[in-house]
């Protein structure tokens, strides 16, 4: 049980950094998007803002699954 805690808790940080990092993606799109439609900074802007919440809600299911791996 301890390996599968530390397993997760590697794969969900993994997930939430890669999330994270799509958030900067789509926050330096919405930034630097030069003649798009409303709709597709609407977009680009919910994209952000999502995957900043995924990204840190993974992070820390993540950090929480190696720091109680060792107190199962």
């Known amino acids: 049980m301890k ?3 530390l ?3 590697i794969v969900l940080i993994v997930a939430g950094v890669i999330s ?3 958030g ?3 926050r330096h799109a919405y930034y630097n998007v ?3 439609s409303s709709e597709l900074y ?3 802007h919910n994209r952000m803002i999502v995957f900043f919440i995924i ?3 993974l992070a820390v299911a993540g950090t929480l699954c190696t720091v ?3 107190k199962v």
């Open 24 to 26: 900067v993606f789509f």
């Open 42 to 44: 609407a977009r680009l």
């Open 55 to 57: 990204g840190a809600v």
């Open 3 to 5: 390996k599968v805690m």
């Open 34 to 36: 030069l003649d798009g």
């Open 68 to 70: 109680f791996h060792t």
């Open 7 to 9: 397993i997760g808790g």
């Open 20 to 22: 994270l990092l799509l």
